[in-house]
């Protein structure tokens, strides 16, 4: 019987080096003797391994120029397509989902959850980095990753630790995906020897109550070309952003529709958060949404803008529009911090600010990330140990559980 995958066969080729010039065209440096011959190895170019599979060119990084480690790495990618096409596992290597189809499937599951192309492509991106490096080591199967693998992907990102951190993230999202999907037992990606640790740089900041006061109280002097209706938006949008938590780009399209009385007293709100397709789910005070309702648009499908534009470029620039001002209102209500410093203030801010409210009051961390839509990894790094008086109740309840 044929088989329904073809084993792909893995080839070295060299990228030979090319004659350098001057600007006037003399030859001052010789490129490779070899240069057209692609499949003659033994120079010390740049090696890359190139396969077809289902008809597509695949060409990675050999991360070398030595001919010979070049032909290992090729004979071990060779085997876990072989491994993985047979069924038959590799000693310590289990068989299961190939990298590249679990890489596939998860984007694709993002897509479907009303992900942007935007954060789609970003993930994409880092998704196919960390692809590379595995697939330039022979992992060619989810289950052939350790948590050593992943470190040593971590230990070689650049960049600042912000964004070192996001792609970690990234990657313990899809390996968490591959769990969910029974591809593997647990996920390899979620050690806090790969998380990298908040070094304060990037400490979350919230405003306190007195702070947000002052903030609500500046919207009116915010001046220049903003409109009275503009600034009655503005201020609905801060009260939307300090009781929900919602990112800046869910408070500013959200639907009319999405708030719901329950009767008590109190308004559900419940949407998908469009950076991540995350559910949020999330109670308000019927007088807080009352407030709000007043200065957004008085009827409409949209709170706050007559509609929402469907290009991506449209969209970010409105999103950016809202930030602006936003920053404009900071800047205008002159916000201190508890040491009389400058406090610069962020849209982020008002989400910073309903988790920090959120933790103080006793929620337990997995119940605060449902709310605002985000992984307890992210939440849990970025806030847990930041809560003071969440630590000090945790104190109180030990000393009355010792005595």
């Given at each position: 019987?044929?088989?329904?995958?073809?084993?792909?066969?893995?080839?070295?080729?060299?990228?030979?080096?090319?004659?350098?010039?001057?600007?006037?065209?003399?030859?001052?440096?010789?490129?490779?003797?070899?240069?057209?011959?692609?499949?003659?190895?033994?120079?010390?170019?740049?090696?890359?391994?190139?396969?077809?599979?289902?008809?597509?060119?695949?060409?990675?990084?050999?991360?070398?120029?030595?001919?010979?480690?070049?032909?290992?790495?090729?004979?071990?990618?060779?085997?876990?397509?072989?491994?993985?096409?047979?069924?038959?596992?590799?000693?310590?290597?289990?068989?299961?989902?190939?990298?590249?189809?679990?890489?596939?499937?998860?984007?694709?599951?993002?897509?479907?959850?009303?992900?942007?192309?935007?954060?789609?492509?970003?993930?994409?991106?880092?998704?196919?980095?960390?692809?590379?490096?595995?697939?330039?080591?022979?992992?060619?199967?989810?289950?052939?990753?350790?948590?050593?693998?992943?470190?040593?992907?971590?230990?070689?990102?650049?960049?600042?630790?912000?964004?070192?951190?996001?792609?970690?993230?990234?990657?313990?999202?899809?390996?968490?995906?591959?769990?969910?999907?029974?591809?593997?037992?647990?996920?390899?990606?979620?050690?806090?020897?790969?998380i990298f640790k908040n070094n304060g740089a990037q400490q979350p900041k919230a405003l306190t109550d007195a702070q947000f006061e002052i903030l609500l109280a500046a919207v009116?002097?915010?001046?220049?070309?903003?409109?009275?209706?503009?600034?009655?938006?503005?201020?609905?949008?801060?009260?939307?952003?300090?009781?929900?938590?919602?990112?800046?780009?869910?408070?500013?399209?959200?639907?009319?529709?999405?708030?719901?009385?329950?009767?008590?007293?109190?308004?559900?709100?419940?949407?998908?958060?469009?950076?991540?397709?995350?559910?949020?789910?999330?109670?308000?005070?019927?007088?807080?949404?009352?407030?709000?309702?007043?200065?957004?648009?008085?009827?409409?499908?949209?709170?706050?803008?007559?509609?929402?534009?469907?290009?991506?470029?449209?969209?970010?620039?409105?999103?950016?529009s809202w930030g602006d001002l936003m920053s404009k209102l900071g800047r205008v209500a002159d916000l201190k911090d508890e040491n009389g410093q400058p406090f610069h203030f962020?849209?982020?801010?008002?989400?910073?600010?309903?988790?920090?409210?959120?933790?103080?009051?006793?929620?337990?961390?997995?119940?605060?990330?449902?709310?605002?839509?985000?992984?307890?990894?992210?939440?849990?790094?970025?806030?847990?140990?930041?809560?003071?008086?969440?630590?000090?109740?945790?104190?109180?309840?030990?000393?009355?559980?010792?005595?």
């Open positions: 019987m044929k088989k329904a995958r073809l084993i792909p066969t893995v080839t070295v080729y060299s990228r030979h080096r090319l004659d350098k010039k001057d600007k006037h065209g003399k030859i001052t440096e010789k490129g490779c003797k070899w240069l057209g011959q692609d499949t003659r190895i033994g120079c010390d170019c740049p090696k890359m391994l190139v396969w077809y599979r289902d008809g597509k060119l695949h060409r990675q990084t050999a991360d070398t120029c030595d001919g010979a480690v070049a032909e290992t790495k090729a004979r071990e990618l060779q085997e876990g397509f072989t491994a993985a096409a047979s069924g038959t596992p590799r000693p310590d290597k289990p068989t299961g989902k190939l990298l590249e189809d679990a890489v596939a499937d998860f984007l694709q599951s993002k897509q479907q959850n009303n992900l942007t192309l935007k954060h789609v492509g970003k993930l994409q991106f880092e998704l196919r980095e960390f692809s590379k490096f595995a697939l330039a080591r022979g992992l060619v199967m989810v289950s052939d990753i350790r948590t050593e693998h992943v470190l040593a992907w971590r230990n070689l990102l650049e960049g600042g630790q912000n964004t070192k951190s996001k792609k970690v993230f990234s990657v313990i999202g899809f390996f968490e995906f591959c769990v969910e999907m029974g591809w593997i037992a647990r996920n390899v990606a979620r050690a806090q020897s790969i009116p002097k915010v001046n220049g070309k903003t409109a009275d209706d503009q600034r009655r938006k503005l201020r609905a949008l801060v009260l939307l952003m300090r009781w929900t938590g919602l990112a800046i780009r869910d408070a500013v399209t959200i639907e009319r529709a999405r708030f719901q009385k329950n009767g008590n007293g109190f308004t559900n709100l419940f949407l998908h958060r469009a950076k991540t397709g995350h559910p949020v789910y999330c109670t308000v005070r019927d007088e807080i949404v009352a407030e709000i309702f007043a200065g957004a648009n008085p009827e409409g499908r949209w709170l706050f803008v007559d509609s929402v534009p469907s290009g991506e470029r449209e969209l970010d620039n409105l999103i950016r962020t849209s982020h801010g008002l989400r910073h600010t309903f988790v920090f409210w959120c933790l103080n009051k006793g929620m337990p961390t997995e119940d605060v990330a449902a709310l605002i839509g985000d992984s307890l990894p992210i939440v849990a790094q970025h806030y847990s140990a930041w809560i003071t008086g969440r630590q000090e109740r945790l104190s109180e309840r030990m000393i009355a559980a010792l005595r």
